[in-house]
């Protein structure tokens, strides 16, 4: 018995491994107006489908306007992770092995940043744009932010998410950098990620909260703007 107490009190000595040990991810999860069972799918699939070490964020924004590039960039400074993966609150992950955080950190190293492909998105990541490729491939294109995976380092160096754009737009521009600067994402086109698309923006729309097409057009003009200098 006394050893078996000894043997306990040696294990309750063992340092706790930091982030940067574990690559820990901070998940992060941006709450504004979607209906709660939503919500709840998206953290359901992350806590039972995720074996890769994580930290799991959830931010309650409710209370202020839906500037998703502050809230972002504002997490993002005040996380203690360098691996930061930034999810729509309604994207599924899937159940596979390894898993699909797992998968995503194999390619992390390639430019700093890692995108799964996704249905209702509309960037160059949509499932079904392009012929089946292998698990990973480099890809000079603008995709979709519903789930990425990011160097924290990385986000600072291309400036971080562009606060400018409201609620659309800031991906597609934060992608266009990404190109032009580090060679673009890395696709994991073995990672799929189910999108239900735009929850948080049609439950705000209908309470007279925001005006979904007129901040298209204005994303639309501001990304022409700053990508080609003209509107």
């Not at 994207?91 to 898993?99: H, I, L, N, T």
């Not at 292998?134 to 600072?156: D, H, M, T």
């Amino acid at each position: 018995m006394i050893d078996r107490i000894q043997k306990i009190r040696d294990l309750s000595k063992l340092p706790i491994k930091t982030n940067d040990e574990l690559k820990r991810v901070e998940i992060i999860v941006l709450k504004y107006k979607e209906n709660p069972e939503v919500i709840d799918e998206c953290i359901r699939r992350v806590v039972h489908n995720t074996t890769w070490p994580f930290k799991l964020t959830i931010y309650d924004n409710r209370p202020n306007p839906a500037n998703t590039s502050k809230i972002w960039n504002f997490i993002v400074n005040e996380s203690a992770c360098e691996y930061i993966c930034i999810i729509d609150s309604d994207a599924f992950v899937p159940e596979v092995e390894p898993c699909w955080l797992t998968r995503l950190m194999e390619s992390i190293d390639r430019t700093g940043v890692v995108v799964p492909m996704g249905d209702h998105v509309g960037g160059s990541n949509r499932a079904g744009a392009a012929d089946p490729y292998p698990s990973e491939r480099p890809q000079n294109g603008i995709w979709s932010a519903f789930c990425g995976l990011y160097k924290k380092s990385v986000i600072r160096q291309l400036g971080n998410f562009d606060e400018h754009f409201y609620l659309y737009g800031q991906d597609s521009f934060f992608a266009w950098k990404c190109q032009k600067q580090i060679g673009g994402a890395v696709y994991r086109t073995d990672v799929f990620v189910q999108h239900t698309g735009s929850h948080s923006a049609k439950k705000a729309d209908s309470e007279g909260e925001l005006d979904r097409e007129a901040d298209k057009l204005y994303a639309a003009s501001l990304y022409r703007l700053k990508t080609q200098g003209k509107v």
